[in-house]
């Protein structure tokens, strides 16, 4: 047993803090994912969420999502905040927005990391399979180092 660095109560674990102790000294609020978190009831939660459930009067449902409408997600204002489904949010974010197409070389990119994603999540696949997965993905490789470097192809020996 060990005694609290705060209070001196004994605590069984090996940590310096008791929990009060150690709940007293969290941060009241910080920021993480670009969103900032504050604890509330034993909960780590968005203060824009908290935000938009105060003025409401009620607490969010499961297909509502808060949109910053200036897109800085430290703003919480409430005239900053919208109210809007997760489709309607998704619409904003990514089928509505003007992205630029994606080059050839990053679609390249996103298959190769996908095909290695399945293969590590993959239980069911054949020894086989995985072996010809794996060589397309060295294909794959060594066509984007000679893309890269001026050529086509390996040169010829």
Request: include cysteine.
């Amino acid at each position: 047993m060990s005694k609290c660095i705060d209070c001196g109560k004994y605590i069984r674990k090996r940590a310096n803090r008791c929990l009060s102790c150690y709940t007293n000294s969290r941060p009241k609020s910080w920021v993480s994912r670009g969103y900032r978190f504050i604890h509330v009831d034993g909960k780590d939660i968005r203060v824009h969420r908290h935000i938009m459930e105060i003025h409401l009067g009620r607490k969010l449902l499961g297909g509502e999502t808060v949109h910053h409408i200036n897109g800085d997600k430290l703003d919480n204002r409430i005239e900053n905040l919208q109210l809007m489904t997760n489709s309607e949010h998704m619409y904003i974010h990514h089928i509505g927005s003007k992205q630029r197409p994606r080059s050839d070389n990053s679609k390249q990119k996103m298959s190769i990391s996908m095909k290695k994603v399945w293969l590590r999540r993959s239980k069911v696949v054949s020894q086989e399979t995985r072996l010809k997965m794996s060589a397309s993905m060295k294909i794959a490789r060594a066509r984007k180092f000679w893309n890269n470097h001026g050529s086509t192809s390996p040169p010829e020996s």
